[in-house]
């Protein structure tokens, strides 16, 4: 008998991986120009140049220290360096010594979840979200359970709070947003604490605020992604460098405990203890150096502007009923047709590969990741438009 | 509340990290050639020349496939080239989408635990032993069962045969080992199979072997490890390229589940979901690649053997009890009092730094790591000289 929840997990296709796969499959059929594949999250911009200069300068050094073990937390200069570019950009206050250098947000989750969750404890979080989060709760225990959103997919702060109870014991929040771009404001921030600190005192314990945030550059129109940390005290931040520096392979990411926590330090160890229980030693030796020196750089991120307001514009004018990204590379459309699933199939006739929504814990709409060049999109209008007609918009 | 293990393992400090601390800061005290530090398992010899000439090379590649997403499992042709290198070396008979790419062989360990153990269930394995066996068994749930050694650190056949019952489902053995270099026989992993075999038989479900073989490469005198797919069917093999390549911080390995394994595709499968679970989203994309272009090259292990001689061949002069290394570069030596921390504390006295081995899980013996350069072996001997006067040897 082999544990059922890994198997499961281990047996299930990602909807978002298998339509990328088809994709795949199809460019190989029909030729790469053919097919427009909005299914994966994969940057389109190179990584800086700076990445590439920095591994060259690093080649010339030791060896031995260059692949060489790092503390399980992270090399102490990088710690250091990370805590100085988040209170520099946004006076967050944080401490080297509550950074933790992760493997990715995805891991900096999996610590999260696995040292924070007692064994049936509640993770909240807002539809729609990352489909990993539930595969991170259930791993720790939890279960996860989702509050479904107000107009314009903006969080529902009176479902917020009826969904907090007892056995709450986090609250994971992912702004910009995957899948929708939304971007939480200061004003949903500042409610979302209000209403936390109220549970907590309510329920007698610690509610922990997880804010996953890789897309946290990508913002547009003036737009910023506020720090959480000022809004709430017992937050955590999981970031990665997977989308500022186009680096998604690499695994490189931090997380940070805010220094206003009562249990800072109990808690950074109850999430290190459980990295290590997941078998995680340190993130790569060489990127984390690399990343160090291009601290405060990122990739050419101004190109996904360029590509949403082409698709959003695009898209609003053939009828489709879309929700304008203010950050993140994803737009998230509403279907004509109450089946997600269905409409995506007929996508494809049009060679359109569009994310259903299912998986995101939100029914009814696709995602369509527009990290991709401009010029294809202008080149998918026409079939989106064929689309449109199907539907009689 | 905060999960009581997690907390434990975050705030537990690891011997053999707290020594390697105390030997920084003792060496920015007294200077970096008074301090004889035996204390961690970092490689001492450069990665061979093709890991920068590979890194150079990939560097004019297209940024976006050198650092984008793998898939999870790894790429197709470093997949390939693993099971083809293992096929050439050791006859192994696995086939490619059995090979799964991991963040070193720690990852593929906690994968096998949590993706095998169910809660309750117990994984059998052999003093002395590496400490995180016990947090990667307890994190899935499950119990680590310790056989204690025969004469010469030699795996007890009877002692281990009545250490399995029915609610044994993994053995985790690891050769050659750390900390003892202890390699396992070919006649040792045929009895392994055999009262393996008979345990499945008599309790009527799979025992998996999970071989944990990262010193696999560093074995002398014409000693060998043997392939352990050959003694049994239900095997999976972690490997990680740490010490073979010198590259323990970059964090690439693998496992390989055998050909011959009942349910493989399912066992495959289910470590993968565990793998996801943890968070794993694939291993360091840049390196999977430098790896498959360096395959079956090995740093310059022959110096390993070097430091073994002259440590072996001292240290016995001088009386004390070790145990010869046939593989690995740890050397377990016999403290000539019974509480090895007591003796690893006198020692420091001589600025020896050697780990005590009750977290190894067999008392009475200290783990001397001879990853260091031949020539502060020499120097070390009359520290060890006066260590041994200390006991009178």
Redesign the interface.
């Known amino acids: ?3 059922e ?7 299930s296709k990602s909807c978002i991986r298998e339509l990328a796969a088809y994709g795949t499959a199809r460019k190989a059929e029909i030729g790469k120009d053919k097919v427009f594949d909005f299914s ?1 999250g ?3 911009v ?2 800086p140049d700076c ?2 200069e920095a ?2 300068a690093l ?1 010339k050094e ?3 220290e ?5 503390p399980a937390s992270g090399r102490m200069s990088f710690r250091t360096a990370i805590a100085e570019d988040l209170n520099r950009r946004y006076q967050a206050g944080v401490s080297a010594d509550m950074i933790y250098v992760t ?2 947000a ?6 999260c979840t ?5 064994p049936g404890e509640e993770a909240v979080t807002f539809a729609p979200f990352f489909p ?1 989060y539930t ?2 709760t ?3 225990g939890g279960k996860l359970v989702s509050v479904l959103p107000a107009e314009g997919l903006q969080p529902d702060m009176a479902a917020f709070a009826a969904a907090l109870n007892e056995k709450t014991k986090l609250v994971i929040i992912n702004t910009p947003n995957n899948p929708s771009g939304v971007v939480l404001s200061a004003e949903s921030l500042q409610s979302i604490g209000d209403i936390l600190r109220r549970a907590e005192e309510k329920y007698g ?1 610690t509610i922990y605020l997880v804010s996953d945030e890789p897309y946290r550059e990508l913002v547009y129109d003036g737009v910023q992604a506020p720090c959480v940390m000022h809004f709430y005290d017992d937050t955590i931040i999981c970031y990665s460098f997977s989308k500022s520096l ?6 490189v990411g931090y997380l940070a405990v805010s220094s206003r926590m009562a249990e800072k330090e ?9 990295a ?12 984390q150096r690399v990343i160090e020196k291009c601290l405060g750089q990122t990739a050419d991120i101004s190109q996904y502007k360029q590509s949403r307001d082409l698709l959003y514009g695009g898209l609003t004018a053939l009828g489709f009923d879309c929700v304008k990204p203010d950050g993140a590379f994803y737009l998230f459309m509403k279907t004509p047709e109450p089946d997600a699933k269905a409409f995506s199939e007929r996508a494809k006739k049009f060679e359109l590969l569009l994310v259903p929504s299912d998986d995101f814990g939100l029914p009814g709409y696709v995602r369509i990741a527009y990290c991709v060049s401009p010029e294809m999109i202008q080149r998918s209008m026409p079939a989106f438009k064929l689309l449109a007609e199907e539907y009689g918009l």
Chains 1, 2 share one sequence.
């Open positions: 008998m082999l544990p929840k890994s198997l499961a997990w281990g047996q994966i994969n940057p389109s190179p990584a990445v590439a591994i060259s080649l030791d060896s031995l260059l692949h060489g073990y790092t493997c990715g995805a891991a900096g989750l999996s610590s696995h040292g924070l969750l007692l990993e595969v991170f259930e791993a720790a314990h186009s680096l998604p392979g690499e695994r109990k808690v950074f160890a109850s999430i290190a203890g459980a290590r229980s997941c078998g995680y030693v340190n993130a790569p030796s060489m990127m």
